[in-house]
């Protein structure tokens, strides 16, 4: 999502002449776009803070200006703290106040004080941003829902996305159309909490599903691949995991989160649901789609975690089945209950359990790329890979695909035979 908010950063400041930069040296401004959801994250935003000074000052010290800012999550939780820690920094802003940016730079370039901007506005952002520019290529993101209601008990996002809200869906097929015609052949539907969508489609208290969103999306011409990202189990509702078997654009692929296999802990975590729940889900998106592989984030080390806990989330793992997975040690987050347990777990337990388990899934990971040795797979080929002539591109369970040569299938999806599988790509050759 904050590549999607990026990109829109760039639409909010292209007419007041701004232009995307690869280098500080070359850049007027700075925008660190944050992530506050781990400490990790959290530090890396203090660590570039620190190289950027440097730039500053020595853009200043030749008599031109760089202005520096902090958005995103960092910046909505630390607020005018980032400027007291760091001085040099001239705006900071949270995820719903971008659209201000304008306004923010006027004051900035002025001088008149710090500027900081971390109400969450009556207005929604959506309404207030330009239309979407075509620059997101053949892949793209779309916002389609943000914040989240559930508070889980180790996570920040509810206090620095705010309150879930959805997207209506004439905006976003509005959009979707605007990306297609700019190239997009895949697009990936984004929320904190994606498939507790329920858009307005103008019918009085009448909200559209995400299911429903994704049917109407599947008609627009030109585009071939459709995804979402990040849901929630309690979510996942008879129409959305019927869709997955009767809807060809819906890619067979889901990243599905369930953070541990022990309903104790599960139940510490205010996840409001049981493995049982996730193991029927499974069950049923396999009925429906028999091939669909899965992906999900688990905490190791949450307050109170037991061997046992931990050992049911390996069961968990070994009874699913992962394509991929996402793994953190837990993380104490100010203001959030469960950074205030007594009950944390040592750092070592921690590491120790996060190895073991990703060595589990990293097994499960290579073993699943293997498994396409032989067979033809779609691929829709973004980018240029490491190596000189070589192509990289995303297979429709969401694989990463490299092949050498076909320079001229960029933006495009072709049939690739695969020839080797391994812990996070695969390689192939492009047939016909
Ligand atoms: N500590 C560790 N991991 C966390 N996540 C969210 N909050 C924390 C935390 N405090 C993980 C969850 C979530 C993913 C985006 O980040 O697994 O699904
Ligand atoms: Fe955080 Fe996801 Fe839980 Fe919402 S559902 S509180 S975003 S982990």
Known sequence: MNVYDTVRMHDVMAPLGYTPSDSYEDADMVILNTCHIREKAEEKVYSDLGRIRKEKDSKSAGGSKMLVAVGGCVGQAEGAEIIKRAPYVDMVFGPQSYYQLPEMVTRAMRGRGEVVELDFPQVQKFDMLPEVSDSQGVSAFLSVQEGCDKFCSFCVVPYTRGAEYSRPMAAILQ??????????????????????????????????????????????????????????????SDDLISIHGSEAKLMPYLHLPVQSGSDEILKKMNRKHKAELYFDIIDRLRKVRPDIALSSDFIVGFPGESDQDFEDTMNLIRKVGYGSAYSFKYSQRPGTPAAVDENQIDELVKQERLARLQALVHEQQTAFNQSFVGKTIKVLFDRSGKLDGQLLGKGEYMQSVYVTGGEGLRGTIADVKVTGGFLNSVTGEVVN
Request: glycine share 12%.
């Open 175 to 236: 959009e979707a159309r605007k990306l297609v015609d700019g190239g997009a052949k895949e697009i990936t539907l984004l929320g904190q909490n994606v498939n507790a969508y329920h858009g307005d489609i103008g019918q009085g208290d009448r909200t559209a599903s995400l299911a429903d969103l994704i049917d109407a999306l599947a008609q627009v011409g030109g585009l071939e691949r459709i995804r979402y990202t990040t849901s929630h189990p309690r979510d996942m």
